[in-house]
């Protein structure tokens, strides 16, 4: 079983992730058609062809695509606010100048005006929400430590690190059918 999803992960996953966070989709049949992949290739091992597509995830220690695309999305965000990137920040986000906040971290960013639905799912305008609603413990000073606070912040909250738990409309319509 472990070679199989050793497979899955090396040659498969990455085609299915490649540049995400410049075409991340948004429209549900385009959603659907990814998570579809992970659904057959968690049906192809052994033993687990008649379990449900969440139990699947969690006895081979998987998530949903879309909850890996919200992590790469905050981990992007990240290295680009913290300047590990090398890219301007302000090219891609506006931090809140917003003093009388004092929940969650200083790195606050302000979501844009677009006019366009089109804009509207663009990396620097889908991620604001997420990033804000970070608490500030997340912030740290490596991206490792980031992802390692991000996934512990995501299991204590019981939010969309559990691959169980549906995180989108999406997956609450296709685990009722």
Not at 85 to 97: C, K, P, T, V, Y
Not at 103 to 123: D, E, Q, Y
Not at 140 to 163: E, I
């Amino acid at each position: 079983m472990s070679s199989c999803l050793i497979i899955y992960k090396t040659y498969v996953r990455p085609h299915l992730e490649y540049c995400i966070q410049v075409w991340s989709p948004h429209l549900a049949t385009d959603i659907l058609c990814l998570e579809k992949i992970q659904r057959a290739a968690t049906k192809i091992l052994p033993g687990l062809k008649k379990l449900a597509y969440g139990d699947r995830l969690k006895r081979l220690g998987l998530t949903t695509l879309e909850t890996r695309r919200k992590r790469g999305d905050l981990i992007q965000t990240y290295k680009i606010l913290t300047g590990k990137e090398n890219i301007e920040s302000s090219n891609f986000f506006e931090l809140s100048h917003n003093a009388h906040n004092l929940r969650g971290h200083s790195m606050k960013i302000s979501v844009k005006r677009s006019r366009l639905n089109v804009r509207k799912f663009f990396f620097s305008q889908r991620v604001v929400s997420q990033w804000s609603s970070l608490p500030e413990t997340v912030i740290a000073p490596s991206t490792n430590t980031f992802k390692n606070r991000l996934d512990k912040y995501w299991t204590d909250m019981g939010n969309c690190f559990s691959a169980h738990q549906p995180t989108s409309r999406l997956q609450v319509q296709v685990q009722v059918t």
